[in-house]
């Protein structure tokens, strides 16, 4: 019985690779050929990515994104309508906020106005959020091609955030109108404005066309902290639990899921005091209230409600915050994969 030791599986494989890559290029040293201890982010580029990546062309990869975005944000904001209807009531006013209360709002609309009333302002809401989520997520991906944003390895956390904050500016800058008009039509009854058109039309006889942009500053500045932390979140959380889901589509996909549920939450804390800042803004011509600048609006709501004021509704933010962007960025990677595969 002889004394060698019986190479293992791994290590027998291994010895092949080496001598058929010396066999057929000589010039191909045993350092040259991938060991087991190569780059993980390497060989999940690989598997995740592979040839698909490689075979489309830019303007493929932003007709797929631009698809994927508007599909995954429209599915994700009807989901939430409801909670975002609340959210917004009690966003722009003195009414302090809690679980009973935004309950009982949620009731007492049904009562008087039926089921659909709750999705009030979401034909607003679809006709932004749909240009909106796929400017953004395309912009995103175009954004990291510029900053060279690849993976891990090679990308700084700042280039990351960077890249996500870009994306929020530029779906936010080209699609803000459409969110104020959302905002109007979601704390008016329907007898005042029916329609998104009635809305716009309202807003341009009676303030002018500078309103469409009121509250726009907070509205960028809010952003910069939202995409950018959950757009950052959401690639870091991937990144580190991808091997762990690496061929394995389900739980891929809901890795995705709790994935882009942290993000949203990061994000929708990050930026929620100037989420309130933004919506009394927006609102005041309706509510017959005097908000024209950051500076004043914050004075405003810290003297008459307090530091608390702020944060009001926060909590309903923690609930359809994940869940919206976690539909989100799950259904977005999804639908963008599966229509590259198609297309290569």
Request: hydrophobic letters at 40%; one cysteine or more.
């Amino acid at each position: 019985m002889s004394g060698h030791v019986a190479p293992s599986p791994v290590d027998g494989s291994q010895v092949v690779l080496e001598r058929i890559q010396v066999s057929v290029m000589p010039g191909i040293t045993k350092s040259s050929v991938p060991s087991q201890s190569s780059s993980i982010h390497e060989i999940l580029t690989e598997e995740g990515q592979g040839s698909v990546q490689q075979n489309i062309s830019n303007t493929q990869r932003v007709l797929t994104s631009l698809l994927a975005g508007a599909i995954a944000g429209a599915l994700a904001k009807t989901t939430i309508a409801p909670l975002d209807r609340t959210k917004i009531n009690f966003q722009i006013s003195k009414m302090p906020y809690s679980a009973k209360a935004a309950i009982e709002f949620l009731v007492n609309s049904y009562k008087k106005d039926g089921l659909l009333s709750l999705w009030r302002g979401n034909s607003a809401t679809m006709a932004r959020i749909v240009p909106y989520a796929a400017i953004q997520f395309t912009a995103h991906e175009q954004w990291k091609r510029l900053l060279h944003v690849n993976g891990p390895e090679t990308t700084t956390p700042v280039k990351r955030f960077l890249a996500g904050s870009l994306a929020g500016v530029t779906s936010q800058s080209l699609t803000y109108p459409l969110d104020l008009a959302r905002a109007r039509m979601a704390v008016t009854k329907k007898a005042e404005c029916r329609t998104l058109r009635q809305m716009f039309s309202s807003i341009y006889r009676q303030e002018g066309i500078i309103a469409f942009y009121r509250g726009f500053t907070p509205t960028i500045l809010g952003v910069v902290p939202y995409a950018g932390f959950s757009f950052f979140t959401y690639d870091t959380l991937k990144n580190v639990i991808a091997v762990y889901t690496v061929n394995r589509p389900g739980l891929s996909a809901m890795s995705a899921l709790i994935c882009g549920a942290v993000a949203g939450m990061v994000g929708q804390t990050s930026s929620y005091p100037l989420d309130i800042v933004r919506r009394r803004m927006q609102t005041s011509a309706i509510k017959g209230q005097h908000y024209h600048t950051i500076y004043t609006t914050t004075v405003k709501i810290y003297t008459e409600e307090g530091i608390m004021a702020f944060f009001k509704g926060l909590s309903m933010n923690w609930v359809k915050g994940p869940v919206a962007v976690g539909i989100s960025f799950a259904t977005y990677d999804v639908i963008k994969d599966s229509l590259r595969k198609i297309i290569c």
